[in-house]
C-alpha cells in the first residue's frame, strides 16, 4: 500500500472517537429543560442550585449581580439575577472568584422578545439572531447548533453533518470544564467531576482539589 493511502487511514481512524484536546476541556451542558416550573422573574437574586443537587444558597446571594472576577467564599454557589429575561445573569463562585456563567445580551432590540416563562420559543426571531434568555430556574435559552461528535467506538465513522439550530434551555455546565486552566495538580473543585475526552484523548477528574489527568484509551 502506497504512503498516500497508509496516511488516509491514519486520518480516519484519528477521526473515529478523538476529542478536541482540553485547554479548556469540552463543556458537558446539562439535559435540557422543556417546561419548567413557573417562577418569579423578580430582578433579586435567586438561588439557581449546584450542579450536584445543593442545599438551597438563596440566603448567601448578593443583592446585586456581583463584578466579574470579585472575590467570593461560597464555593460552587450559583446566582440568577432577573431585571428581565433578555438582560439577566447567571453567575457562579469558583475558586474564590465570581463568573458570570449565562448573560442575556441587553440590546434593545431584544427588549420584550423573551417569552415570559422558559421553555417557550420567541415570536418573530431568526434562530441566527443570537438571543440569550435567562430564567430565574437558573436556566439560559438560545438557538444552538448541535456539535458533531463521532460515536466513542475505536471504529472510524464519518462525522455527523450539522443541524439547524434549536431553540434550548440549559443549565451552564460545570465552571471546572469551562474556565481556567486543565492540567495536572491544577486547583478545580467540586471534587469528582470530570472533564475532557471521554474516550481517545486527555480528559482528567478532580481529586481533593486538584486535577488528575489521564489519557482515556479508544475502545476496541
Given at each position: 500500500?502506497?504512503?498516500?493511502?497508509?496516511?488516509?487511514?491514519?486520518?480516519?481512524?484519528?477521526?473515529?472517537?478523538?476529542?478536541?484536546?482540553?485547554?479548556?476541556?469540552?463543556?458537558?451542558?446539562?439535559?435540557?429543560?422543556?417546561?419548567?416550573?413557573?417562577?418569579?422573574?423578580?430582578?433579586?437574586?435567586?438561588?439557581?442550585?449546584?450542579?450536584?443537587?445543593?442545599?438551597?444558597?438563596?440566603?448567601?446571594?448578593?443583592?446585586e449581580?456581583?463584578?466579574?472576577?470579585?472575590?467570593?467564599?461560597?464555593?460552587?454557589?450559583?446566582?440568577?439575577?432577573?431585571?428581565r429575561p433578555?438582560?439577566?445573569?447567571?453567575s457562579?463562585?469558583?475558586?474564590?472568584?465570581?463568573?458570570?456563567?449565562?448573560?442575556?445580551?441587553?440590546?434593545?432590540?431584544?427588549?420584550?422578545?423573551?417569552?415570559?416563562?422558559?421553555?417557550?420559543?420567541?415570536?418573530?426571531?431568526?434562530?441566527?439572531?443570537?438571543?440569550?434568555?435567562?430564567?430565574?430556574?437558573?436556566?439560559?435559552?438560545?438557538?444552538?447548533?448541535?456539535?458533531g461528535?463521532?460515536e466513542?467506538?475505536?471504529?472510524?465513522?464519518?462525522?455527523?453533518?450539522?443541524?439547524?439550530?434549536?431553540?434550548?434551555?440549559?443549565?451552564?455546565?460545570?465552571?471546572?470544564?469551562?474556565?481556567?486552566?486543565?492540567?495536572?495538580?491544577?486547583?478545580?473543585?467540586?471534587?469528582?467531576?470530570?472533564?475532557?475526552?471521554?474516550?481517545?484523548?486527555?480528559?482528567?477528574?478532580?481529586?481533593?482539589?486538584?486535577?488528575?489527568?489521564?489519557?482515556?484509551?479508544?475502545?476496541?
Amino acid at each position: 500500500m502506497s504512503t498516500g493511502r497508509w496516511a488516509a487511514v491514519g486520518v480516519l481512524l484519528f477521526l473515529g472517537c478523538a476529542s478536541p484536546r482540553p485547554a479548556p476541556p469540552v463543556e458537558s451542558p446539562a439535559p435540557p429543560v422543556q417546561q419548567p416550573a413557573p417562577a418569579d422573574a423578580g430582578t433579586g437574586p435567586v438561588d439557581a442550585g449546584t450542579e450536584d443537587g445543593g442545599t438551597s444558597q438563596s440566603a448567601v446571594c448578593p443583592s446585586e449581580p456581583p463584578i466579574e472576577l470579585s472575590s467570593c467564599t461560597q464555593h460552587g454557589l450559583r446566582c440568577t439575577y432577573v431585571e428581565r429575561p433578555e438582560c439577566g445573569t447567571i453567575s457562579e463562585c469558583y475558586l474564590g472568584q465570581w463568573y458570570a456563567r449565562a448573560r442575556g445580551s441587553c440590546s434593545p432590540q431584544f427588549e420584550g422578545v423573551c417569552p415570559a416563562k422558559a421553555g417557550e420559543v420567541p415570536a418573530d426571531v431568526s434562530p441566527r439572531s443570537g438571543i440569550v434568555c435567562i430564567y430565574p430556574e437558573g436556566v439560559a435559552c438560545s438557538y444552538r447548533v448541535e456539535r458533531g461528535q463521532p460515536e466513542c467506538s475505536g471504529v472510524a465513522r464519518a462525522l455527523p453533518l450539522p443541524s439547524a439550530p434549536s431553540y434550548r434551555c440549559e443549565a451552564p455546565g460545570p465552571a471546572a470544564c469551562v474556565l481556567g486552566g486543565f492540567k495536572q495538580g491544577g486547583p478545580c473543585e467540586p471534587d469528582g467531576v470530570s472533564c475532557g475526552a471521554a474516550c481517545c484523548g486527555l480528559g482528567g477528574v478532580c481529586v481533593q482539589g486538584e486535577w488528575q489527568l489521564e489519557m482515556r484509551p479508544c475502545p476496541p
